[in-house]
């Protein structure tokens, strides 16, 4: 019994000491809390305005709510959470210690940026917002941001940037004032130099990489190849003509793409995207063949032409003179469009320069061969005149079919200009004269119409007639004289006077009309010579014998030769005179 006592004695002594021990250790540790102290607690619960937590004290601790300035942190609290905080009252009698959860948030803040700066670290903090000059960025506390220091480049959208997370290097810092200025380029800088040499320790010329395209441009685009960026042309894209980077690749796709060409120092890298697919035009020559008609598809217009696929990465051109037989030219949206599918001609390989000349007028027989077929020389038909020239007009026929009217087939009277007979949109009828299929001409006239002028005029006219003409031009030769609309002589100078003249324009007038006596006819070279000379003396033959008929039988020979020396006479004083004032003009 005495033994069971002694035991409970002991037991009780010890019980006592431990508990001696323990208000002793927890006394001296409530004695080790100071106001500003950073202690550490367990989140007891959350109040609607503020979290009670356990600090290992006799008192527990209270943080208020709004001392949480990231409000996720506060929704995301829970009993039994670590939270940090620092002493900033010691309420013993109302049993609870004050802590502050911002102030713990700014001087671990103030600490770490501290050791960034010391040892060229980096932090990480939210931009919030934007401000004069920069912006502002919580790292725990507030702190600055230049606009120079935002990004490598230029930020164009500060929303872009706002409200995200970001690494930061420390850049000025003063803990007293409890300011800093922070830089995210210098960061990025540093990591794009880290990742740059990572990047190029790995490329090797014909290796392929994977990459995300970064942008597109009119001439290629930007891949990105984990932090450093290549170009992929638009030449090296595909084997076949695209016109924009974009009809086979968009923002942030990722390709294979074969390293062309590398240059550390310089940072550049080119890509491509063709050279991981066999060159189809290796064999191309094997394939195809000058004459061949193949179908195609229409894969671009330009103003010179249409570009046909003819399989993929090989294409040729049709060229806006090769698209139809129309002498002229229409623009290829007018005849096809892309995506269609078309039978061209090969006119030309040039597996060298990777050209291949196609035509699509080529693929179908020329309309002027049909043409021929229905109309043949000597046939009448109506059309529309497309345009004039100098030397003449073109007739539309038929749709691809043109003909020339030549400026001496529109009208039997000399003109100077087409323009003064037909005018273009002027439908009209003309006789087919020609038709050339091999030189791809029609000859059309209109003045046939009328029928031949000149072998009328032969069946009505005669040598020895006399003619009224009027003149038209002069020449050093001579006189050109219209005799009838269309029909046209000569008068040499030997057939102008009885008189020798060696100047016509000083006697003779453009528009003057006179008498001729046609001497020559050649029907067969539609050639006239006539002569004012031998019409003045056949005309004054027939006025001396229409006088002797006119007069008395009974007036005697001696009266006759009378009057004809009285007439010989004045024409002498007449001509006397003419010569004298001729002379009298010379001298002055």
């Not at 013993?92 to 001087?107: D, I």
């Not at 100047?503 to 008498?515: K, L, T």
């Not at 006596?517 to 229409?546: H, R, T, V």
């Amino acid at each position: 019994m005495s033994e069971l006592s002694n035991n409970a004695k002991k037991e009780e002594e010890s019980s006592q000491k431990d508990f001696e021990a323990l208000l002793d250790n927890y006394q001296f540790k409530a004695d080790e809390l100071t106001l500003g102290q950073l202690v550490k607690g367990k989140v007891i619960k959350v109040t609607p305005s503020f979290v009670l937590v356990d600090v290992g004290s006799k008192s527990e601790g209270i943080i208020p709510l709004e001392d949480f300035i990231d409000k996720e942190e506060l929704n995301k609290l829970n009993p039994g959470d670590e939270v940090e905080a620092v002493l900033e009252k010691s309420n013993l009698e109302e049993g609870y210690l004050t802590l502050s959860k911002k102030r713990a948030t700014a001087l671990k803040a103030l600490n770490n940026l501290e050791k960034a700066h010391l040892h060229n670290n980096w932090i990480i903090g939210k931009i919030t917002q934007k401000v004069k000059s920069g912006y502002m960025v919580n790292v725990g506390i507030n702190t600055f941001l230049p606009d120079s220091h935002a990004d490598i480049r230029i930020v164009k959208d500060p929303s872009r940037i706002i409200g995200n997370r970001y690494k930061f290097k420390v850049i000025k810092f003063n803990r007293k004032n409890e300011n800093a200025v922070l830089s995210r380029k210098l960061l990025m800088q540093d990591e794009k130099e880290k990742r740059k040499k990572q990047v190029f320790s790995q490329l090797e010329t014909g290796k392929i990489f994977k990459g995300k395209v970064k942008s597109l441009t009119n001439f290629g685009a930007f891949v990105d190849l984990g932090g450093v960026e290549g170009l992929l042309h638009i030449s090296e894209m595909s084997w076949g003509n695209i016109n924009h980077p974009s009809e086979i690749l968009h923002q942030g796709q990722e390709i294979d793409v074969v390293i062309l060409d590398y240059d550390e120092k310089e940072e550049k890298i080119s890509l491509s995207l063709k050279q991981l697919s066999k060159d189809p035009w290796g064999n191309v020559e094997e394939k195809y063949q000058e004459g061949q008609i193949i179908n195609g598809k229409v894969v671009s217009l330009t103003d010179f032409g249409a570009f046909v696929e003819l399989e993929a990465g090989v294409e040729g051109l049709v060229h806006i003179s090769d698209m139809s037989w129309a002498r002229k030219l229409v623009h290829p949206k007018n005849i096809v469009s892309i995506g269609e599918e078309i039978s061209v001609t090969i006119l030309n390989i040039e597996p060298e320069t990777k050209r291949i000349s196609l035509g699509l007028k080529q693929s179908t027989p020329h309309p002027l061969k049909a043409f021929q077929k229905k109309y043949p020389p000597g046939s009448r038909i109506k059309g529309k005149i497309s345009n004039v020239t100098d030397f003449g007009a073109f007739l539309e026929v038929e749709k691809g079919v043109e003909g020339l009217i030549h400026i001496s087939d529109l009208s039997w009277k000399k003109i100077k200009h087409p323009s003064q007979i037909v005018k273009v949109g002027e439908e009209v009828e003309t006789i087919v004269l020609s038709i050339d299929t091999e030189k791809q001409k029609l000859s059309l006239g209109i003045k046939q119409l009328e029928g031949d002028i000149w072998e009328d005029f032969f069946k009505r006219q005669k040598r020895g007639d006399l003619v009224n003409v009027k003149i038209v031009r002069i020449v050093n030769f001579g006189i050109f004289v219209e005799i009838t609309p269309g029909i046209e002589g000569v008068v040499f100078l030997s057939e102008l006077d009885e008189k020798r003249i060696d100047n016509p324009a000083d006697d003779f007038s453009v528009g003057d009309e006179r008498m001729a006596k046609i001497i020559k006819l050649s029907q067969k070279d539609k050639k006239i010579s006539l002569s004012f000379k031998q019409a003045q003396q056949e005309m004054q033959k027939k006025e001396y014998e229409k006088f002797m008929n006119s007069q008395d039988d009974r007036m005697t020979l001696g009266d006759i030769m009378k009057d004809q020396l009285k007439g010989l006479e004045s024409l002498n004083n007449k001509k006397n005179k003419k010569e004298k004032k001729e002379k009298k003009d010379d001298k002055s």
